[in-house]
């Protein structure tokens, strides 16, 4: 079926370097995307979202860009600190659909090390 | 202004009980979805409610069943509990509007035994 997943489970980084983790969708229907932060033992965490009729949006050190061609999306973490460590997940939904559900990959698990 | 509460925070029952996780949505949020999250694998949807109404519904049992008031709080019931229905439950607020920010809860970590 359709899903979203992730490229990488696992990434490891120096603190200090900039950090970027993969997600491909499948659904081309899928019209917005959240990526969460979830660290141990908590709920997701919100970080960026960006909706299909932009192709890059810009955060607090986050950046997401969406390339609807072939269906990726990805997280670009500038000056990866270790506070950054914690699972990545992307997900989507799709607007008309009578209501909203967020489609979640398995995570990406990002390490940084000091 | 006060996150996305849930209760209890942990919570051992066992199989072929029934429980009961109540969540409070962002204020000004009218939509509160319901997630289960396995551990290692990312969260499930499970139910969506709107202004008390239910929109959406995940492949989960009938087992599985919700609620929201009013005060747009809301519930999720889970009877005949089985071992799989161990998991951490999530719930997120948002203002229901399609493409627009959702907030998750600390969750409730359910354990079955």
């Known amino acids: 079926g359709e899903s979203v997943g992730l490229h990488l489970p696992t990434l490891s980084v120096q603190e200090g370097d900039n950090s970027i983790i993969n997600c491909a969708y499948s659904n081309s229907a899928s019209d917005y995307f959240i990526w969460y932060k979830q660290e141990s033992g908590k709920g997701p965490q919100f970080i960026i979202d960006i909706r299909s009729n932009m192709d890059k949006r810009q955060g607090q050190r986050v950046t997401v860009l969406l390339n609807k061609t072939v269906k990726h999306l990805s997280l670009q973490i500038a000056a990866t600190q270790p506070g950054d460590s914690a699972v990545y997940f992307c997900?989507?939904?799709?607007?008309?659909?009578?209501?909203?559900?967020?489609?979640f990959g398995k995570g990406t698990k990002l390490s940084v090390i000091p | 202004d006060a996150g996305v509460t849930q209760s209890p925070t942990h919570l051992i029952k066992t199989r072929g009980q029934q429980v009961t996780l109540r969540c409070s949505p962002i204020s000004g949020h009218k939509s509160v979805s319901w997630y289960q999250q396995v551990l290692g694998q990312g969260p499930q949807f499970i139910f969506q409610y709107y202004e008390k109404e239910e929109r959406g519904r995940g492949n989960f049992p009938d087992r599985f069943s919700a609620r929201q008031f009013p005060n747009y709080s809301s519930e999720l019931n889970v009877n005949a509990l089985l071992l799989g229905d161990s998991a951490l439950y999530l719930c997120?607020?948002?203002?229901?509007?399609?493409?627009?920010?959702?907030?998750f809860g600390q969750g409730t970590r359910l354990t079955v035994v």
């Open positions: 997120a607020s948002s203002n229901g509007q399609p493409n627009t920010e959702a907030f």
């Open positions: 997900a989507e939904s799709r607007s008309g659909a009578g209501s909203y559900q967020l489609t």
